[in-house]
């Protein structure tokens, strides 16, 4: 999936996660991630949004997260939301295996 635009999912909202997704030259995954957790989970929400994005073969993108305590599950919606947004899709593929 090729990104168009830059593109937005979430809120800022307790138990939430603002996932903000951009394309950017070359074929790699950046994450800027802001948490108040990062100690203790910040390598698992990068894990989760990185394998999220190689799932739906996503690359070349930069992503900036500010996780408010956001769950595996609504990370992984988040992205999605956001990446096929940003792709110009109307239809968001929800299937798939879990990281």
Request: with cysteine; hydrophobic share 40%; net charge positive.
């Amino acid at each position: 999936m090729k990104l168009q635009k830059m593109a937005v999912a979430g809120t800022l909202e307790s138990s939430d996660i603002m996932v903000t997704i951009e394309p950017v030259p070359g074929d790699g995954i950046e994450i800027q991630l802001t948490s108040p957790v990062e100690k203790q989970f910040g390598e698992r929400i990068r894990q989760v949004i990185t394998a999220t994005l190689e799932q739906m073969e996503v690359t070349g993108v930069c992503v900036t997260a500010v996780d408010k305590g956001a769950l595996d599950c609504t990370i992984r919606a988040r992205v999605r939301t956001a990446a096929c947004r940003g792709a110009g899709q109307v239809q968001y593929p929800w299937g798939g295996r879990r990281v």
